[in-house]
């Protein structure tokens, strides 16, 4: 039997924990911030210039922040804030974003911003543009579709979402 080399496998275990050290965890940039009417925003792109208590965080988006639920929880089963998607007709991001709730199970209002003119005047209002899509979470409003930053949103407001 052949015995097994004490240095070898340190060096072995070093090797790996070295590799571990070099690709860092997948993240991107929130920000949070107050528009001039006291609104609160969270978005991946950065405010516009007028935006007040401005706060930059960077969250996880790789695959292990999932929690280990099977089925993603309705809001009549717990206390979440509900999702309203607005969105325009041929609008890829806005159909991606439907898309993702539909295979979540997440429960969402859809509103057509081309034909709800004051829904957009309002929106506008509120954020400053009302480009589409804009998805809304409680009194949390991000713009466009960026799926694990919203994975996470929708983990901070307490949605269980499947593991992936």
């Known amino acids: 039997m052949k015995k097994i080399n004490s240095f ?29 009417q006291g609104n609160v925003t969270y978005q991946s792109s950065p405010p516009p210039g007028d935006a007040a208590k401005v706060e930059k965080s960077r969250i996880r988006t790789g695959s292990d922040d999932a929690p280990d639920a ?21 609008c890829s991001s806005c159909d991606a974003a439907r898309e993702y709730f539909e295979e979540n199970e997440i429960p969402f209002n859809e509103i057509d911003l081309s034909e709800n003119t004051t829904e957009a005047d309002e929106l ?41």
Do not use: C, R
């Not at 099977?70 to 041929?90: C, D, G, M």
């Open 124 to 164: 506008e209002k509120k954020l400053g543009y009302s480009s589409a899509p804009v998805i809304g979470i409680g009194d949390k409003y991000v713009g466009g579709f960026e799926q694990g930053m919203l994975k996470n949103l929708l983990t901070n407001e307490g949605y269980d979402l499947p593991a992936e």
């Open 8 to 36: 070898a496998v340190s060096k072995a275990t070093l090797l790996l924990l070295v590799s571990f050290s070099i690709f860092p965890a997948l993240a991107d940039d929130l920000y949070k911030w107050v528009d001039n």
């Open 70 to 90: 099977e089925e993603a929880v309705q809001p009549e089963e717990k206390n979440v804030e509900p999702v309203t998607l607005y969105s325009k007709p041929e």
